[in-house]
C-alpha cells in the first residue's frame, strides 16, 4: 500500500495533527511499508506541517540521493513558498534549474504564488516568459495566479488579454474556477457588467454543479448588487442539491443581509433552522449580526436564546456581536461584560480570542471613570490569559484608575519591570502617589 492510499483511506485531517503524523510513520515503519517517489515528497509536506520547516529539510538531507527528483525538490520549494521564505524559495528554484527539475508547472506556479502573497506581484510576468522561453506548458492554476497578479498591479487590460491568450492556446482549458477568478478581478475594479458576464462563463462551466462554484456565483452577484440573480442561483443550487449545507445557508444569509434584503435574510434563516440536522452557531451568528446592526437587539437576543434552545453553542464570536453593538452606543458596562464572555468562550472552545486594542482601551479608560480598581484588576488579569504582551498603555491606564480611586499599591513599580514596561512621564509622577505607603 503506498502512502497516498494510506491517506485516501485513513483521511486527510491527520496532517495536521502531530501525535497522528508520528503515529502514522510508526504504522508505515512497523507494516514495512516501500515508499515510492510521490510517497516521499508527500511525507515531506507532511513532516513540515507536523513539525516544521527545519525537519522537513532535514527530512529531505536525509533522503536516498535517487529519491532527490523533480518530486521531493518541488514539495520542499512548495513548503519554503507555503512559509513564504523567499530567499530559500528562490535559492533551491535555481537548483532545480540546474538540475533540470523544473519541467513542469507547479513549481513555477508555487513561486508566483509566493510572490503575490508578499506584495511582488510585478516579478510575476518574468516568471511567465521564463516558463515560455523555457517551453514549460502553463495550466489552469497558472493563468489564475498570471491574472490575479495583474489585477494587482492594475493591469485589467491584461488580464483580458490572459483569457485571450489561454482560449488561443486551447490546451489549457478554462474552468470554473478561472472565471470566478476573472468575476472576482472585475468586481474589485468596479466592472460589473463584465462581471456578470464572466459569471454567465462561470455558471456555464459549472458541469458537475460543484457546490463551491454556486457560492462563488451568489457571493459575487452580490457583490455586484444584483439580487435577481442571487435568488436566481439560490434557486438553482437548491435543485442540484437536494440535502443543503449550513455553510451554503451561511453564505446566502450572508449576502442578503449586504444588499439590505433582511425579509430574504430571515426566510432563508427559518427555512435552515426548520431543516439542519446540525446547529451550527455561524449560521445564527450571521443572523444576529444583521439584527444588531440594524439596532433590533431584541430579534438578536431572541435568537441567541432560541440557538441555545437548539443546542448551538455560542462562541467568541457571538459576543463579539454584542460587544460592538453596544460598543456603538456607548454602552460600556454590556461592551465589558461582553468582551469578558467572549474571551472566556474563546478558551473554553480551546481557542484564543482577544478584544481589539481600541476596544480593552475603552474599558480601561470606563474603569478609570468608575475609579473601579477591582474591575479593572480582574479584566487585566483575564487579558493576560490570552495575551503575553499588553503594552504600556493598558497598564498606565491601571496606574491612572488607582489614582483616581485614591488607592495605593507599593508594588506598582516593581510590577511594571517584570511587565517590561517603561511608563511615560505623566505617569512616573503618579507614580510617586500610587507606590507611597499609606
Known sequence: MSLRQYVLQNGENYIYKVSFFC???????????????SDQAIRLDLV???????????????????????????????????????????????????LKFASSPMAYNSLMTLYTKTDQPEKV????????????????????????????????????RVIEEMKRDGRVMADWTTYSNLASIYVDAGMFQKAEGALKELEKRNTDQDLGAYHFLITLYGRTGNLVEVHRIWRS?????????????????????????????????????SKCSTYDIRVANAMIRAYAKEGMLDKAEGVKKHAKMRGGRLNAKTWQIFMEYYMSKGDMKMVHWCADRAIKKGRSHGRIWVPPCEVIQAIMAFFEEQKDVA????????????????????????????????????????????????????????????????
Open 23 to 37: 503515529k502514522l510513520s510508526e504504522t508505515m515503519a512497523r507494516r514495512g511499508m516501500n515508499l515510492t517517489l
Open 48 to 98: 513540515a506541517k507536523a513539525r516544521g520547516i527545519a525537519s522537513a529539510e532535514e527530512y529531505f538531507i536525509n533522503l536516498p540521493e535517487p529519491t532527490k527528483n523533480h518530486l521531493t525538490y518541488g514539495a520542499l520549494l512548495n513548503c519554503y513558498c507555503k512559509e513564504l521564505m523567499t530567499d530559500k524559495a528562490e535559492g533551491l528554484m535555481e537548483k532545480m534549474k540546474e
Open 125 to 160: 510576468p518574468s516568471i511567465i516568459q521564463e516558463m515560455k522561453a523555457n517551453d514549460v506548458l502553463p495550466d489552469c492554476y497558472t493563468y489564475n495566479v498570471w491574472m490575479r497578479a495583474l489585477a494587482a498591479i492594475n493591469d485589467i487590460s491584461g488580464v483580458q
Open 237 to 273: 443550487l437548491k435543485l442540484a442539491h437536494s440535502k443543503m449545507a449550513n455553510i451554503s445557508y451561511l453564505n446566502m444569509i450572508q449576502v442578503l443581509v449586504n444588499l439590505k434584503d433582511l425579509p430574504g435574510a430571515e426566510a432563508r434563516f427559518k427555512e435552515w433552522e
Open 375 to 438: 474591575g479593572a484588576e480582574k479584566f487585566i488579569e483575564l487579558l493576560q490569559k490570552v495575551e503575553m504582551d499588553l503594552g504600556p498603555e493598558i497598564f498606565e491606564a491601571l496606574i491612572r484608575t488607582y489614582a483616581a480611586a485614591g488607592k495605593n499599591s507599593p508594588g506598582m513599580r516593581r510590577r511594571l519591570k517584570m511587565e517590561n514596561v517603561v511608563a511615560s512621564q505623566a505617569t512616573e509622577k503618579l507614580l510617586d502617589t500610587v507606590c507611597s505607603m499609606i
